[in-house]
DNA sequence: AATTAACTGTGTACATTTAACACAAAGGGG
DNA sequence: CCCCTTTGTGTTAAATGTACACAGTTAATT
């Protein structure tokens, strides 16, 4: 083998579909391009890894530097590694989901002269640059997968929410409808959130109960 | 920010742990290091993945031509980039599980000189170098994940099984036991086998039908 | 003040699935 | 031929999931 040290060395790229629940919707937080290629196209925020950083680091840098997010929850989705990717470069994107709930996501930087962000539902994106489209749907099912465990609800559901919410993400994510009765009890009976005593006041219709999750649970699957 | 071109370049490792199933037993092939740091200890097999191949092509270069296996069902586990992997050298890893059926892992080539292999079974694994014990710890949890999947089971099990040895590996994978009449008729009302015809003879006790994957089932999860 | 619209909260009967369990059948070996 | 070992099958009770109807609470309307 002749050996050509230059072979070895990757550029790799985080890219992280953060994910949050605003009144039952859920949504999806992506970048604008202001410049080419792709200018006016949206892509995933992330950055390019230094060798002297974790992935999880870089990730964090991105979000909090740029965009102002904290205690985003982070699990790693996928690698993709094919050549045609990008035609100019050969880039490894690593892929992350990143959650966060609807209080903490008020906290978002306002946008830059440089950046423009947004939220979009999840079934509802704009035109995304390079192969993000790919990537962000890979996410949104990884999501499917991971809606049953218990540190994923936590994490996407800020310490007050009425059971209506939670189903209608559910319903979303899992793109299915439920049995509002069947629902509550199920969830209930799994032991996982205490009524907070309060009510969900200003809506329409009788007021729900607030609920939060209990402090102490572990990380489990549920259903 | 201060540019320095060096600090963007990454290595990567793609590191594979290669399961199969020997008479109800789950086994993982290890390879034994013959050279210092680490010599004697036992490594999992993969290649530092070159910016002209995507990581799948490293990997299956790396089991077809140092290990003889083909037909490897892969799939992609977790990245490991955690700075203190190598004091030496900042290496990523990338870990795939593969999955072969015990008739095509016959196939695999006889040990070289320089290369010494042997399948360990999974709760009994030897002295590993570096962290791969806990890169191979991780695979197996993806293991017990995934067991539940259409897919994974084709792989693993080939043409002509007998249910006690299914019932076996899912008892190993995911550190249970369970009723074999229960087991028996979970799996067979779930439609994805089918009665070849034949006895396993040979053993102790009555012959054991012998039963195989039927070929058009789609990816799916069981239970 | 009464009515309506919109939504949330609860109980009950039925169907389906899971879990527990005992015995018969088919080989091999003495 | 009997014994040992292991596989194959049915039945019942418990738990879980599913379908479904009505009452409670608020804001808006008359």
Redesign the pocket.
Known sequence: MDFNPGKYYNILESLVSIFTIDQGQVKVLLLRKKSEPYRGYWILPGGIVSNDETIEMNIIDSIEVKLGLKDVYLEQCHIFSNLDRDPDDRIIAISYIGLIDNVSALFKREDRDDIQTAWFKINDVPKMAYDHARILKKNIEFLRRKIVNSNVLKSLFPSDF???ELQKAYEQILNVTM????F???FITLGLIEDTGD?N?????????LYSFKEEIKERNL?
Chains 1, 2 share one sequence.
């Not at 049995?179 to 069947?182: A, E, G, L, Q, T």
């Not at 006041?201 to 109960?209: E, L, Q, S, Y």
């Open positions: 009425t059971l209506p049995d509002r009765r069947n509550r009890k199920k009510k006041v200003g809506g329409n219709g009788r007021p729900a109960k259903f």
